[in-house]
């Protein structure tokens, strides 16, 4: 079965200052990974994904996120950090069976507070 | 173009009473996913349509959940006799290109 860690539940970090959201997953097979925000009362918005091809994929919002097979991490990084950053994070693993349905396993979140 | 909206944006409901959840996918979007989300937790999946077809039902915390789907469009989450624990935010997302998931703002559900 697959699953998701996030290890930090909370993270605080200073405006300007970089960051790095911990994620590691389990899954037997190659897998698609992402990486979504969700704001206060808002949806998840995907931040961006990993299915193939380059380790380091960029996202929105000058995020991007380097996928380590070795040490089954999706660690997802920002060179600074915007006050407006502040919101719950989410890593999740999907099967990524074209057609076949792509259920997501989500971590349980990462909340992000930035300091001005 | 228009995203995955859901309706209510909030219900409020007794316990013993049923509701019923509403997903509107992206046009042209075959997959549909409803998700739960308890308070401070993440996300669990409930039930994956392809077409209106649901081969995997397997998240569906009770027989007391059961969802369907018109066509390729629009998806109801029923939840009959529903009880305090069933009080959660339930998404619904629909899958385009390689299976990425748009999530819709979801319905907060809240059982007294």
């Known amino acids: 079965a697959q699953s998701v860690t996030q290890p930090d539940i909370h993270i605080t970090v200073s405006e300007g200052a970089s960051l790095e959201l911990r994620c590691n997953y389990s899954?037997?097979?190659?897998?698609?990974l992402f990486w979504y925000v969700q704001s206060p009362g808002q949806g998840l918005q995907l931040l961006l994904k990993?299915?193939?091809?380059?380790?380091l994929v960029q996202g929105i919002k000058g995020f991007e996120a380097e996928f380590k097979r070795s040490q089954s991490s999706f660690n997802l990084r920002k060179p600074s950090v915007h006050w407006s950053d502040a919101a719950e994070y989410f890593c999740?693993?999907?099967?990524?069976?074209?057609?076949?349905?792509?259920?997501?396993?989500f971590g349980t979140g990462t909340q992000l507070k930035v300091e001005l | 173009g228009a995203g995955v909206s859901q309706s209510p944006s909030n219900k409020v409901t007794e316990k013993g009473k049923d509701v019923e959840l509403r997903c509107d996918p992206i046009?042209?979007?075959?997959?549909l996913y409803w998700y739960r989300q308890r308070l401070g937790q993440g996300l669990e999946f409930l039930i994956y349509?392809?077409?209106?077809?649901?081969?995997?039902k397997s998240g569906l915390p009770s027989d007391r959940f059961s969802a369907e789907r018109t066509g390729e469009s629009v998806s109801t989450l029923t939840i009959q006799r529903t009880q305090q624990e069933d009080s959660a935010v339930y998404l619904c997302?629909?899958?385009?290109?390689?299976?990425?998931?748009?999530f819709g703002p979801g319905t907060r559900l809240l059982v007294l």
């Open positions: 899954y037997g097979a190659t897998p698609y």
């Open positions: 997302a629909s899958g385009g290109y390689q299976e990425t998931q748009y």
């Open positions: 349509f392809q077409g209106n077809s649901a081969p995997d």
């Open positions: 990993y299915f193939s091809g380059d380790t």
């Open positions: 046009s042209g979007h075959t997959a």
């Open positions: 999740a693993v999907g099967s990524g069976r074209t057609g076949g349905g792509n259920k997501l396993t």
